[in-house]
C-alpha cells in the first residue's frame, strides 16, 4: 500500500478545510488536541464496560463509535498532512521496529513492555 491509498480522502479533507477558511485553526497542536478530544469521546463508550461488553456493542452504540473513529481517522490525516508524514510508509516502518523490539519468541502470550524484554525482566 502507498501515500496514493489515503490521497484522495486527504484532499477531500483538505478541500473542506480551506472552503470553510478553516486552515488558519487547522496547526498541528490545534488538529492534535481535537484529536485527543475525540479519542475521549470514543473512550467513553467503552468505560464501565467488561471486556465482553465493549466487544459486543449493540447497533447505536457502535454506530457512534464508528463514528468517533472516523472523527480520529480524519484528525490524524489531517496531521500528517500539515506535517507531511506519509501515514503508510510511517505506519510500515514502525511495524518493522515493534517486531524487531517484540520478537515473537519472547513475547508471545504477554503484555509486558519492550523496556521489560530488554532487560529481562520477569
Do not use: C
Not at 465493549?54 to 498532512?81: G, K, N
Amino acid at each position: 500500500m502507498n501515500k496514493q491509498a489515503l490521497e484522495p480522502l486527504r484532499e477531500r479533507l483538505a478541500a473542506f478545510a480551506a472552503n470553510r477558511d478553516w486552515d488558519q485553526f487547522h496547526s498541528p497542536k490545534n488538529l492534535s488536541m481535537a484529536l485527543i478530544a475525540e479519542a475521549a469521546e470514543l473512550v467513553e463508550h467503552f468505560q464501565w464496560r467488561s471486556e465482553q461488553q465493549s466487544a459486543e456493542l449493540d447497533t447505536t452504540t457502535h454506530d457512534a463509535v464508528a463514528l468517533e473513529l472516523a472523527d480520529i481517522f480524519i484528525y490524524l490525516i489531517r496531521i500528517a498532512d500539515k506535517l507531511d508524514v506519509n501515514l503508510i510508509e510511517t505506519a510500515e516502518r514502525k511495524i518493522a521496529i515493534n517486531e524487531s523490539r517484540y520478537p515473537v519468541d519472547k513475547v508471545k502470550g504477554s503484555a509486558r513492555r519492550a523496556s521489560e524484554y530488554e532487560t529481562g525482566q520477569d
